[in-house]
Each structure stands twice: as C-alpha cells, then as structure tokens.
C-alpha cells in the first residue's frame, strides 16, 4: 500500500513541477531568465520551459511605451521668477539586458535626470520666453534624456511639459496686461474698422461723382446732338422752303412775262416796266441816277420801251 502511495506522490510532484517550468510570454514582453544567479537567455512572447532549480525567471519587460508624469517642479527662470514647471516623459525600453542590469531604478533615474536637465534650460530663459518657447524646450529636453538613457537600454520618444505655473503676483500682472493688449487691439481693430469704412465710403462717393459727371455728359451730348438733328432740319426745311419759294417766284415771273409778250402793251404796263427798270437801274453799280423830270419825256421814254416790247414779242 505504501509503494503505490509514495509513487502517486512522486508522479504528481514531477507533473506540477513540471508545469511551473512553463512559462508563457505575451506580446510586446520579453522575460530575463537567469542560470544559478547568472544572465543565461531571454523570453520572447510564445511558451517556453524554465530548468526547474536551476533556472529561474529574473525580470519581466514590457517593449511598450511607457509614460511617466513627473510632479511639478520648482525652477527659477533667468530674470529670478520662481515657477512650478511639470513634466511628461515618452520612453521605450530597447535593450531589456541593459535596462535589467545597467541601472538599478530606471524611474528615479529619469525623474531625476529630467528635473536637473529642465532647470538648466529654464534658467537660460525669462519668464516671457519660457511661455512661448515650449517646443524648443521640449526638443531639446528630449535630446538630452535620450542620449543619457541610451546607456540604460531606454529610448525617449517624447518629453512634454505641461504646465508652467508663475507666481500668483506675476499670474495677476500677466493678466493685467493681456486686459491691455485686448483693450489695444479692440482699439486697433475699431480704428482699422473705421478706417476702412471712411475709405469705402469716399471710393462710394468718388464713383457716384464719376456716374453722375459721366450721365450729365451723355446728357449733354445727346442734347447737342438733338440740337444738331434740329437745326439740320430746320435748315433743311428752310432751304427747301426758299427753294420752293423762288421756283413760285420764277414761276410767277415766268407767267407775268408771257403775259406781257403775248398781250398788247398798254400805256399802264409801260410804265410798270418803266418802273421796275429803273428799280433794278438803282440797284445797280452806278453811283448816280438821273430820273427825267419831263413828262413829254417820259411818255417819250415809254413809248420807247413800247417799241422795244414789241420787237421782244416779234423776236
């Protein structure tokens, strides 16, 4: 009875030993296994068998990234202001043997390695400069802990500060000021608003002084050339009215003379021709004109032009 017994015992122990020399790895970890107290192998992710009493398995590392949020710290800038500045580190472990065996507490050694590097930095800047240059500080905060970490099997990825805290005093003045830069450029913007508005205006006016002198012109130019088309017209009819006015003149004189040379000269006709002969005598060039004041003459004289009728007619 006691055989089977101790052999049961032994069978059960050899399987339980058996399976806590399994080991299964996850992802993205890696387990440091040491051989009677010495570095022997590492655990990639997948299952693997730890040497019972021999083996054991040392550190467990994780390849992620890792972030470390520092407290805030106390800093004095280059123009003597106190401040409370923290911090965010970004690291990765890339050498799990190095980081296991090259530093004793990788945490304290970078919250004390970014706490002295950020206080150098913020003491080559004022307090004005340390608000508007994060990034530069964050650049070169980060080269810094990333080549000092190198050695630890550490890669730093990225370094953040995210808050700068200034004294309550400076925090109040800060704030006084901002009042008055918004204050200006409300002014400026008004100023400029305003500006821009007389502007816009005046080029408003300028352009309806411009239409308007344009309209009046194209008024002024269709009224004179209406006053053209006018007078052309009535030019045009004067002329055609003299016109037709002479033609009636030649016409009627045209008629009077056949008249006179088809009908029989009387004394009465003489002496209207005797008339207007001399009437168109006096509009002459001479600068004297003689009238015979003899009446035996101007009867003479009419029968005269009696005769000279005559010799028209018979012509």
């Known amino acids: 009875m006691v055989g089977p017994i101790i052999i049961g015992i032994i069978v059960l122990f050899v399987v339980l030993l058996l399976l806590s020399s399994i080991r299964i790895v996850r992802q993205s970890e890696v387990y440091l296994v040491e051989r009677l107290g010495k570095f022997h192998r590492k655990l990639e992710s997948g299952i693997h068998v730890v040497m019972p009493f021999v083996e054991r398995v040392a550190s467990k590392k994780t390849l992620r990234e890792t972030v470390v949020d520092f407290p805030p710290q106390s800093m004095i800038t280059k123009d003597n202001v106190s401040i409370q500045v923290d911090s965010v580190v970004f690291y990765q472990v890339t050498d799990v043997v190095r980081h296991e065996y090259e530093i004793a507490n990788p945490l304290s050694a970078i919250s004390n390695l970014t706490a002295t590097t950020l206080r150098n930095l913020i003491g080559e800047l004022d307090l004005d400069e340390t608000l508007t240059s994060r ?8 080269a810094i802990l990333d080549q000092a970490t190198d050695k630890w099997g550490m890669k730093v990825n990225r370094v953040e ?10 925090q109040n003045a800060m704030e006084r000021q901002m009042q008055a830069e918004r204050t200006r450029r409300e002014k400026v913007l008004n100023a400029q608003g305003e500006k821009e508005s007389k502007i816009l205006k005046a080029e408003g006016e300028k352009q309806s002084k411009i239409l308007e002198a344009e309209g009046e012109r194209l008024s ?7 006053d053209k088309d006018s007078q052309i017209l009535r030019a045009e009819g004067e002329a055609e009215a003299i016109i037709k006015l002479a033609e009636a003149k030649a016409r009627g004189e045209q008629l009077v003379l056949d008249v006179w040379r088809n009908a029989e000269p009387t004394k ?3 002496q209207l021709r005797s ?4 009437e168109k005598v006096a509009y002459g060039h001479a600068s004297k004109l003689v009238i015979p004041t003899d009446a035996t ?14 010799s028209d007619k018979t012509e």
């Not at 990034?135 to 980060?142: A, I």
């Not at 008339?275 to 001399?278: S, V």
Request: charged letters at 35%; hydrophobic letters at 45%; aromatic letters at 0%.
């Open 275 to 278: 008339m207007e002969a001399l």
């Open 220 to 226: 002024q130019v269709e009224k004179a050339r209406g």
């Open 161 to 170: 500060i995210r808050n700068i805290i200034p004294p309550v005093d400076i």
């Open 135 to 142: 990034d530069t500080v964050n650049n070169k905060l980060r």
């Open 268 to 270: 009465e006709m003489v």
């Open 297 to 310: 003459k101007l009867l003479g004289m009419v029968e005269s032009v009696k005769e000279v009728i005559k």
